[in-house]
């Protein structure tokens, strides 16, 4: 069955880096976009960056852009999304998720179940 | 970009329905047909209920159905039950590889 388990989460300082990993399974990775949302504590869903099932096309929300950079391993069946310059606004949980449809812009049919990231100041 | 609009609550007895409205733009809701709505207990990873406006995936009750006018979606849960309640987001593609989620809709099952 498809699995996705994120892990790396933290409490980190603000303005400082951290990089979390969503492991697949059950499914051909490379077939498939991928995506990480996120969510504040208490608060909804926004997605935050996506990526191709090949790797080589990125996209990002205006909130991250240029401080999140999204990869993939194809090999290791594994997405990342490396955070920099982190704020306290980005603490969250990060899901990552399967997209599906329109190259994958239509909807997420699978999620991990999260990785909490707690910016401190 | 800027969230969809939904209402904060919704509320139902056993049995009854509930709508909920996710309200967007013609520039994500009303330009696509790629509306989906995810259910979300706490402490939990959202769940897919509806995918491209109105269709269910395999194992989802069919007391969950899905349409849009416009720029308004909507969400209808028919025969309400216990294990219902929950958070519901809608989302839409918003071009360019851009997405954007609801404000999210808290279901309770009076």
């Known amino acids: 069955q498809v699995r996705l388990v994120e892990s790396g989460g933290g409490v980190v300082q603000s303005g400082r880096s951290l990089r979390v990993s969503c492991a697949a399974s059950g499914f051909t990775f490379s077939s498939y976009a991928m995506r990480w949302v996120r969510q504040a504590p208490g608060k909804g869903l926004e997605w935050v960056a996506a990526?191709?099932?090949?790797?080589?096309?990125?996209y990002y929300a205006d909130s991250v852009k240029g401080r999140f950079s999204i990869s993939r391993d194809n090999s290791k069946t594994t997405l990342f999304l490396q955070m920099n310059s982190l704020r306290a606004e980005d603490t969250a949980v990060y899901y990552c998720?399967?997209?599906?449809?329109?190259?994958?812009?239509?909807?997420?049919?699978?999620w991990g179940q999260g990785t909490l990231v707690t910016v401190s100041s | 970009q800027s969230a969809l609009t939904q209402p904060p609550s919704a509320s139902g007895s056993p049995g009854q329905s509930v709508t909920i409205s996710c309200t967007g733009t013609s520039s994500d809701v009303g330009g696509y047909n790629y509306v989906s709505w995810y259910q979300q207990h706490p402490g939990k990873a959202p769940k897919l209920m509806i995918y491209?406006?109105?269709k269910r995936p395999s194992g989802v009750p069919d007391r969950f159905s899905g349409s849009k006018s416009g720029n308004t979606a909507s969400l209808t849960v028919s025969g309400l039950q216990a294990e219902d309640e929950a958070d519901y987001y809608c989302s839409s593609y918003a071009g360019s590889n851009n997405f954007v989620f609801g404000t999210g809709t808290k279901v309770t099952v009076l």
């Open positions: 990526i191709s099932s090949d790797g080589n096309n990125e």
């Open positions: 491209e406006v109105s």
């Open positions: 998720a399967r997209g599906r449809g329109a190259g994958g812009n239509s909807y997420f049919d699978y």
